[in-house]
């Protein structure tokens, strides 16, 4: 695995009132300023240049997400490093797309500040806006080293050793949190179609959409990449989960009753195991660095 950091640069369009602001609307109120807090959009988030660049933000967080797992650190995530080249060139692509977003937001600008002036009426303050938007709406990416540095091992070993050691703390607890993730998931996946296997609405089975079972081939799939096999018991479930569901397009189980009994029993099954092993975790299988045997 590689570490992966992923951040933005991004205007704050939301302003905390002025003092005397904030003094004219505790007395509207009748309030105790000191125990008012208000705020103000500067910019209309509802504008469509600026949803546009809020989107591509949007869209590259969950990307990011997606082909990645936790990792205990803020802004960290985790990245087969075979799946490096594709993810470079894919959060590449998303920065092109934010910076012509945010050259369109640009351009609109002086309009929207206008706007603004006459929505705010009294509260509108020039000083509230920079005088350009050029590298105020961005995006970055690097692969952060997460190892202690080698040259500790020469002038303090004992430090090199401690480091070793919190690194190896953080990667056994994100072999916790992504097995807690994907354990989640799979709960959530499997309860949300056995209920709707086995729900009525009206004395009539509940209608569910495509995605309800296309979400399974997106997780399946999502797992196979990702997996770290750390827990047998996580990765029989997920096949017994995929060879329940495999092959079965969604319009055969709205046209066949029977069909929708057995794989909402089998999700019920799942779901209850899946959800004993969030509560009673087994030992994970962690392959340390050094470890040899057939497994390694």
Known sequence: M???KLSFTWLGVRKTLAPEQRTT????????RELLSASKLILDTKNPAYRAVAAVRSEASGYWRTVTLPFPEAGIRLLPQS?????ASTMQMYRERLQEAARELAAQ?????????????????????????????????????????SY?????????????????ERFESAVELAEQAFATELQRLTAHLAERLTGLHDGQPMVFRDSAVENFR??????RRLNIRSSPELDALVEQAQQTITGIEPQTLRD???LRAMVARDFEQIQAAVGDLLV??????????????AGA
């Open 218 to 223: 997106e997780f399946f799939e999502r797992f």
């Open 25 to 32: 609307a505790a007395r509207a109120f009748h309030a105790d």
């Open 256 to 258: 066949s009753n029977r």
């Open 2 to 4: 590689a570490a992966v």
């Open 280 to 293: 009673d975790r087994p030992r994970r299988n962690i392959l340390r660095r050094g470890q040899t045997g």
């Open 152 to 168: 500790l091992v020469t002038l303090n070993p004992g430090v090199y050793e401690a480091e070793q050691a919190r690194v190896r």
């Open 83 to 87: 799946s490096l080249g594709t993810f």
């Open 109 to 149: 600008y002086d309009a929207m500040k206008s706007e603004a002036q006459r929505r705010l009426g009294t509260l509108f303050s020039p000083g509230d806006y920079p005088t350009t938007l050029d590298g105020l709406f961005d995006m970055e990416w690097s692969v952060v080293p997460i190892e202690p540095p």
